[in-house]
């Protein structure tokens, strides 16, 4: 929506088939909104982009935003250790009592922070802010790590003079994801919708802004102090 398919901010519109999903839940529509696009993209980045499994340590870069905390409560509940990063040092009680492990106050450079705490590197790292922290995000990752690029908080898209023989270390992957609808099923995103019904997954809603006040909305994503995902009502 709004790349590949007009309508967007439409009251109807028409989309390919396996774009759509029944979904069953009791969930208001300010809630359940926030919820797909969100979902899929995580799912995809942890599942496909990182191979996540159990008992594995993920740096969250970029931990405040949707994705950030929508990642950070379904590795938390797959069995892995997260590590959260934020721009601002109020904001690090808030990660933890949510379910991060650790903390790391952002300031443009975090993997020597992270090395002191974890001497051997982390095994994986979602990117969230994009190539403006990608190259510091790798040098986090001990051989054998994943790294995944999924968001472009950082306004940059491009890298600069990358070398990959010097930027990617030694025996560390380094991926993306910009997937799609058919990278989740229906059964899984059910699944996710009814945790959440069931209280055992939060969603970390923003503000919800009506569809006059959506120049407010952008205001806000753009500032990139929303905190949990934005929903437009019509």
């Given at each position: ?12 519109t ?8 029944v979904?069953?839940t009791?969930l208001?529509?300010?809630?359940l ?10 799912h ?18 970029g931990g405040?935003s949707?994705?950030?905390?929508c ?6 509940r797959?069995?892995?250790?997260v590590?959260?990063t ?39 790292v ?18 054998g ?44 995103l059910?699944?996710y ?9 939060r ?32």
């Amino acid at each position: 929506m709004g790349r590949e398919f007009d309508g967007a901010y439409a009251e109807f519109t028409v989309v390919p088939r396996d774009s759509v999903f029944v979904i069953k839940t009791n969930l208001d529509w300010k809630t359940l909104a926030a919820l797909p696009e969100m979902i899929q993209t995580t799912h995809g980045s942890l599942y496909q982009g990182l191979e996540i499994k159990p008992g594995q340590t993920l740096l969250i870069r970029g931990g405040t935003s949707s994705i950030g905390l929508c990642a950070m409560e379904i590795a938390k509940r797959a069995g892995l250790k997260v590590i959260s990063t934020t721009r601002s040092e109020s904001k690090s009680d808030y990660l933890k009592k949510l379910c991060a492990l650790d903390v790391i106050v952002d300031n443009g450079s975090v993997s020597a922070e992270v090395r002191k705490k974890y001497p051997e590197g982390v095994d994986r790292v979602l990117e969230l802010i994009g190539t403006a922290t990608l190259l510091d995000s790798l040098k986090a990752l001990k051989r054998g790590g994943i790294g995944c690029m999924t968001g472009i908080l950082g306004g940059e898209w491009d890298l600069k003079n990358f070398s990959p023989m010097d930027d990617i270390p030694t025996a560390v992957k380094l991926t993306a994801y910009a997937g799609e609808a058919s990278d989740i099923s229906q059964a899984q995103l059910q699944k996710y919708v009814d945790m959440v019904e069931q209280g055992e997954m939060r969603v970390n809603s923003a503000k919800t802004f009506a569809f006059k006040e959506l120049q407010e909305a952008h205001r806000l994503m753009d500032s990139n102090q929303a905190n949990g995902k934005i929903v437009i009502t019509l």
